[in-house]
């Protein structure tokens, strides 16, 4: 009977150990709920490490010229790691660009960043802004790395995580630890995801519920903000065009386009003059392919924690989730018996829907905060 | 690696990052002809089968008007401009004035010469009379450097169905009108025309290249769905003695290309919706041509998906279609002068197929 | 006293032989039985049909078979299955409503009306023979 009770917990305590062990080495396979499993490239592993010195190079202002500006000044993370209320970011100087700050939250489950979509991934996202003259305004990224290879705290860190020291820290690795602090921004368990996912008839109210039906059926939303079965993440990480900005430059199209492409701009000279020029900015993904298929088109953010992100749209021209509806139930324009523009999305027409269904949209859309999330934004509060 | 990615070139950026794989998807101003004889190498645009339907008072089908209104708007972007653009027929849905009237509006946005070529859907409400008054004579050619045009009036039928069959004209553009409707009747060029398609013919020399642009395909693929021309062997053999002969066609609402000895045939999309292919009505048989990679499957969520125009390059007589698809990576698909065969550029070979190609 | 008995009996026995259909037993049916109710379906394929090519289910006279000619790419063996932009996994008159929603800009049918199981004869009709692939995309 001792021998019995004896192995069971020698038996259990490998189970215990095995799993532990795997855990620190591997990715947490659960992810949150209503979310699937986090994407990690395998040459940039997460570890407790890694992160932590991501988190503090996302922080530190001293790779700008003033020494005033990082990514968090615009990735704040209590705002949902944006700036809100911005319409657009301001860099060094409170230089303005052309884009509204996406979040970093749950920005792992992209397969493109930007809202052009002209970056791969998070590493090669991350070099961009520290060269960009309205936001970190560098030369280039020595600034940087002379920092990274001299701060004894840095080369502490990378020496731990990565095994290098000296020249053989660059910006692959700098990069690699922000990435990999901006995959550990997961998270799920919202109401809606309690209420989809595991039925708990309690976590939204009536009017969030009808919105959820306004959501799939007559919003189609779904179409593009993307919910399936198992888990949803909002986005179908594709480009559209929605009609916002583009319509400002309509007549404009003939000349920006043939302009543009005979420019024919290295990808920096593309990164800067999107945030610099305002009508090249309206392009969207245009002027990462030029295809007629992109004109005008940007990408899909997820809906998650969009409460807190306000104002809406690449421009930020669009200030409540209630004028986001809008500017959707008008069949994409802001106002509406505007002229779409010639180079509409498909999906894109009047949903005529009446002010019910768009009160009852907007609660639904304020049930996808992750309680994490809001309470990151509480404690702004508490000083 | 990410230092020197930023220093290349959007073009070579595009290359390296593999967003484009050959000449033939580059975006539509970045190609190069890289055909012999520069000099007589021109490009037109070709936007069929626009299908404008009238619901009523000023009100149409928005869904159609809007990839007209695209494909319009996308050709006026062009640069280099093309020489002309074509109109593959299918301009109206039920051939009202209201419709005509509608689509040539939105044609007028066009900065370039238009011509236009018959439709059933144009023609069976009044036999083409406002047709032509908008847009000329039914059928005619044309020379454009040093290639001889012929457009048909290819959607004719029997005279009986034509002329006795049906109580009101109303009544015979409906039953032509549905393309699955077992009153209908089948396409044909006819003797008359046929006739002048020889006289006209006559007078080119055999190594001129030759463009019959057609809306039904002057091939039999399936009758079910009038993918079909009674008289096409007849044509066939009218074109057979010259060296180089393309046919292009509309109506089918979808990527089709063939060869048949020297006469090399390639559809046009059309801008308002796809057509399933024939070998997806399980209950008939049909005759599809076994060179045609199929083009990816119609995603019914997209609105503009599966539907497109076309830009023709013409070097050294023949076609190279960049089919511009709305929601979709391009598709080129050229004639290959060493296989002898129209081919697609990217995808010909069975293991370059995608998922989307296969799974119908 | 049993005479009369057995009188009932075999008026009850006549009585139910007129009423029983052909056959005694319940498992028993005829080619005419069948026959019968092929035709009965085929009904309501033809007024399937009859909706499928109508301008009048949505708003904009645009009709079914303009973009599915004999119901061609509905793919009904394949259903259910997980639909993309619905979210979830539906069956084919799901689908159906979708495009009566969006294709057609009209209403939703009521899922267990006659129009509903009419249209979905009519698909699987044209459909017939090939082989069940439920959830294939």
């Keep these: 009977m001792r021998t019995c009770i004896f192995t069971g917990i020698l038996f259990l305590g490998l189970l215990l150990g095995s799993s532990f062990l795997t855990g620190a080495m591997a990715q947490d396979p659960v992810p949150p709920l209503g979310l699937p499993p986090v994407p990690i490239p395998p040459d940039n592993l997460q570890t407790p490490e890694k992160i932590a010195l991501g988190d503090k190079l996302f922080h530190d202002t001293r790779f700008s010229t003033t020494g005033e500006v990082s990514c968090a000044t615009c990735h704040v993370r209590e705002k949902g790691f944006t700036d809100s209320p911005l319409k657009v970011s301001e860099g060094i100087n409170k230089l303005t660009g052309t884009r509204n700050a996406p979040t970093v ?53 990378f020496d731990a995580v990565f095994g290098k020291s000296g020249d053989a820290v660059t910006m692959k690795e700098v990069t690699q630890a922000i990435a990999s602090f901006e995959r550990d921004q997961v998270f799920g368990d919202t109401p809606f995801d309690r209420w989809y996912f595991e039925g708990d008839e309690t976590a939204l109210t009536d009017a969030q519920k009808r919105g959820f039906d306004v959501f799939i059926n007559q919003g189609r939303c779904v179409s593009c903000h993307r919910v399936e079965q198992t888990q949803a993440i909002f986005t179908d990480n594709r480009f559209h065009n929605i009609g916002v900005g583009i319509n400002n430059i309509q007549g404009d199209i003939p000349n920006l386009v043939p302009k543009f492409v005979k420019a024919d701009y290295t990808r920096t000279e593309v990164d800067v003059a999107v945030l610099t020029n305002p009508s090249t900015s309206e392009l969207g993904r245009f002027v990462v392919t030029s295809t007629f ?15 807190l992100t306000a104002p809406y749209m690449h421009d930020g021209s669009q200030a409540t989730l209630r004028d986001v509806v809008v500017h959707y139930n008008n ?53 | 690696m990410p230092e020197s990615l930023n220093r290349m070139n959007r073009r070579d950026f595009l290359k390296a990052s593999g967003a484009i794989a050959l000449a033939g998807t580059l975006p539509v101003s970045m190609v190069e002809l890289a055909f012999a004889d520069s000099s007589k190498n021109f490009t037109f645009a070709y936007i069929s089968d626009a299908h404008i339907q009238h619901i009523s008072g000023n009100s149409f089908v928005r869904n159609w008007d809007r990839g007209l209104i695209r494909a319009v708007a996308e050709t006026n972007l062009l640069d280099p401009k093309p020489d002309f653009v ?68 290819s959607i004719l039928t029997y005279d009986e169905w034509t002329f006795d069959r049906w109580p009101t004209a109303k009544q015979r553009m409906l039953e032509m009108a549905g393309l699955d409707n077992p009153n209908g009747s089948p396409f044909m060029v006819g003797e008359e025309q046929r006739k002048w398609l020889a006289d006209d013919l006559a007078k080119v020399k055999k190594d001129t290249p030759v463009f019959v642009v057609s809306h039904s395909p002057i091939q039999k693929i399936y009758k079910g769905w009038n993918f079909w021309t009674e008289d096409a062997e ?74 497109g125009w076309q830009l023709i390059d013409v070097g050294t007589g023949r076609a190279s279609l960049r089919y511009q698809l709305y929601n979709n990576t391009n598709r080129t698909v050229a004639f290959n002068t060493t296989t002898g065969q129209p081919e697609d550029s990217m995808y010909q070979a069975e293991d370059k197929r995608v998922p989307p190609q296969n799974q119908y | 006293m049993w005479k009369r008995a057995s009188g009932i009996c075999a008026v009850i026995l006549i009585l139910a032989a007129g009423i029983l259909p052909s056959g005694v037993g319940a498992d028993e049916f005829t080619e005419a039985d069948l026959e019968r109710w092929e035709g009965e379906f085929m009904s309501v394929v033809e007024y399937g049909r009859e909706l499928w090519v109508s301008a009048e289910l949505g708003t904009n006279g645009v009709a079914c078979a303009q973009c599915h000619p004999n119901a061609a790419n509905t793919h009904p063996e394949t259903y259910p299955k997980f639909q993309q932009q619905l ?28 129009e509903m199981v009419a249209l979905e004869a009519y698909a699987y009709y044209e459909r017939r023979g090939v082989e069940l692939a439920p959830g294939k995309h």
């Design chain 1, 331 to 383: 069949g994409g324009v802001t106002v509406a018996g505007d002229p779409v523009n010639d180079f509409l999305s498909g999906g894109i027409r009047p949903l005529e829907l009446d002010d019910a269904q768009i009160d009852d949209l907007v609660a639904f859309m304020e049930s996808l905060t992750s309680p994490e999330v809001a309470q990151m934004a509480a404690a702004t509060g508490e000083e």
């Design chain 3, 87 to 114: 979210g979830r996994v539906v069956a084919l008159r799901d689908m159906f409503n979708w495009c009566l929603l969006n294709p057609l800009e009209g209403a939703e049918l009521e899922l267990d009306s006659r």
């Design chain 2, 234 to 307: 007849q044509v066939q053999a009218l074109l057979q003695p010259f060296d180089k002969a393309t046919v292009l066609y509309g109506h089918v609402h979808q990527i089709q290309y063939n060869q048949i000895g020297n006469i090399t045939f390639n559809s046009v999309m059309a801008t308002a919706w796809p057509w399933p292919y024939p070998r997806s009505y399980a209950q008939a048989e049909s005759h599809m041509p076994k060179l045609t990679v199929p083009m990816n499957r119609a995603d019914p969520f997209f609105e503009r998906d599966a539907t």
């Design chain 1, 105 to 157: 939250l749950n920005s792992v489950y992209m397969t493109s960043m930007f809202w052009d979509g002209r970056s791969p991934d998070l590493e090669d996202q991350s070099l961009q802004p520290f060269v960009n003259p309205v936001e970190m305004g560098l030369k280039d990224h020595e600034p940087i790395l002379a920092v990274v290879r001299s701060d004894p705290d840095y080369t502490k860190a």
């Design chain 1, 293 to 307: 298929n992109d004109l005008g088109s940007f990408k899909t953010p997820t809906l998650r924690n969009i409460s």
């Design chain 2, 86 to 153: 074509m109109f593959g027929g299918d301009l109206a849905q039920l051939g009202s004035k209201a419709e005509l009237d509608h689509g040539a509006e939105i044609m007028s946005k066009l900065n370039f010469k238009t011509r236009y070529v018959m439709g059933e859907h144009d023609y069976y409400l009044d036999l083409g009379e406002y047709w032509s008054e908008l847009f000329g004579p039914q059928h005619y050619s044309f020379d454009h450097k040093g290639v001889h045009f012929v457009v048909l009036n």
